[in-house]
């Protein structure tokens, strides 16, 4: 199998690298992490700006890019399809030929300005753990991606869908947790607050860098009740453990419809 | 080589193969024709195991498709639709083939009838959809199977180049490999074809040589009597 997908993705991704898309997203990152080197000077504050930008800007680029690729290639499937290929191959070479570029580009954009100033003081460790979990929000929202476009036959509901789940994960989610805390004021809220952390693969990402930054000022809700659990590298390794989760059970949902469907 | 029995497939509850019996034999060139939503189209990607029929058997050769991807290292598939990444190239598009079915050695005989060997090198996007179009068809014949299944292969073609395909089909047919096309120009049907399957509604109301075919609806073409079997449908 591995030796077919790797085929697959090798020329999936010649294809979006060439493309003007991957370009607008190395750059928009690149020229981000510049503006904020330049103003701020390379303290803990910058990388955690870039990272509630990144963090948000990731999934949803994500997400839309996804849902297009693979309703462009519909028809191309088909036709790699009809080679002597398993569905198994096909799926992952699609997959790893999407996210291979998209966690490329975003840790290119994401260093290179800290890279090109040899560190501007920022922390290794921490740009090391934006760029892990840049990758790791690209795996899980370009497997739900898919996902969607193999559930939604008509493009523009997919899209919708995409748009959807990201206003969901990066918008709606914050009022909810707002809202729980406002109703349940004066209860314990600890534990129903780490399960709602788990559930949003982006507040889990932007937990982890907070846990790593240690700017319990910076926290917020969800981000203080995990460093007060689990603390330290406890925190860090329960919430990778969780976004591992995030990329799995989606890629083998996927991986089941694909292997399912009629083309 | 080809065989189906009971073949059933529904979509969102449409009956879109209905019980269908066809047998396809090796060595000759078999038209599959009938009006829009017969189950040409399903038929076709059955075989090739992009639609999982609902019941029923199908086989290739004897052996069940869909079990296992390898029977389609035998099979040229040309698409009616030519849809390419768009950036990739012409030879990224042949290379990558190449790599998938692990040969070197191919037939690049129609690149280069079809004159475009200058064009591999540009990005399909900036390709025309004829040019595309060629470059779908000489991927089938690249690596010399012993089954085309070829969709509507002619449409997009300019005359000259649609008639050195129409050559190559039946110089493949002389060499002993089996054709299957499905063609809404009769006139190319009848140029080509030496059995006909007529399908309707997801059965094959008529499957059998040409002259048998000339025979019963006495008419002196193919293309005559295709329309007559047509035309006979929508009287019943």
Request: hydrophobic fraction near 50%.
């Amino acid at each position: 199998m591995s030796a077919l997908a790797g085929t697959v993705a090798k020329f999936q991704a010649r294809d979006v690298v060439r493309s003007r898309w991957l370009a607008a997203y190395v750059a928009f990152f690149w020229i981000v992490g510049e503006g904020l080197l330049r103003f701020t000077g390379g303290d803990a504050r910058a990388v955690l700006s870039l990272g509630s930008i990144v963090l948000y800007v990731v999934p949803l680029v994500t997400l839309v890019f996804g849902t297009i690729y693979l309703y462009n290639a519909r028809e191309f499937t088909e036709l790699l399809l009809a080679q002597p290929v398993d569905r198994r191959s096909l799926y992952f070479g699609l997959y790893g030929g999407l996210t291979g570029p998209l966690c490329l580009g975003v840790v290119l954009g994401t260093t290179m300005p800290f890279l090109m100033r040899g560190g501007a003081g920022a922390d290794p460790a921490v740009l090391a753990l934006l760029c892990g979990t840049a990758v790791a929000l690209t795996l899980a929202f370009a497997a739900i991606a898919f996902c969607i476009a193999l559930a939604c036959t008509d493009r523009l509901r997919g899209l919708g869908a995409a748009i959807g789940v990201w206003m969901l994960c990066a918008v709606v989610y914050d009022g909810l947790v707002m809202a729980t805390v406002a109703a349940f004021d004066g209860h314990p809220l600890e534990r129903p607050m780490l399960m709602m952390t788990l559930a949003n693969p982006i507040d889990l990402a932007r937990v982890m860098l907070l846990l790593r930054l240690d700017i319990s000022a910076l926290m917020g809700y969800t981000g203080a009740v995990f460093q007060q659990w689990l603390g330290g590298n406890t925190g860090l390794l329960a919430a990778s453990l969780a976004l591992c989760v995030w990329i799995v059970t989606p890629a083998w949902l996927g991986l089941r419809a694909f292997s399912r469907k009629d083309f | 080589m080809i065989a189906a029995r009971d073949l059933c497939k529904r979509f969102g509850g449409t009956p879109v193969l209905r019980d269908l019996d066809l047998d396809i034999a090796r060595g000759r060139v078999t038209a599959i024709v009938g009006p829009n939503g017969a189950g040409k189209t399903t038929f076709i990607k059955a075989l090739l195991g992009l639609v999982k029929p609902d019941s029923g058997l199908l086989t290739f050769n004897g052996a069940p498709v869909g079990a296992a991807p390898a029977y389609r290292a035998q099979v040229g598939y040309m698409p009616q639709i030519a849809q390419f990444p768009e950036n990739l190239t012409g030879a990224d598009f042949l290379a990558l083939l190449r790599e998938l079915r692990g040969v070197a050695e191919t037939d690049e005989r129609l690149i280069d009838e079809f004159g475009i060997r200058a064009s591999l090198d540009k990005r399909l996007r900036v390709l025309s959809g004829g040019t595309r179009q060629k470059v779908n068809a000489a991927a089938a014949f690249l690596f010399s199977p012993t089954l085309y299944v070829l969709d509507e292969p002619t449409t997009g073609l300019d005359p000259v180049s649609s008639g050195i395909l129409k050559r190559r089909v039946l110089e493949e047919r002389e060499h002993g490999s089996t054709v299957i096309l499905t063609s809404h120009i009769l006139a190319d049907v009848d140029e080509l074809a030496d059995d006909v399957v007529f399908l309707h509604e997801g059965q094959a109301r008529f499957a059998g040589n040409v002259r048998e075919l000339k025979r019963q609806t006495a008419q002196a073409t193919t293309e005559r009597a295709i329309a007559a079997l047509m035309l006979g449908e929508r009287a019943a």
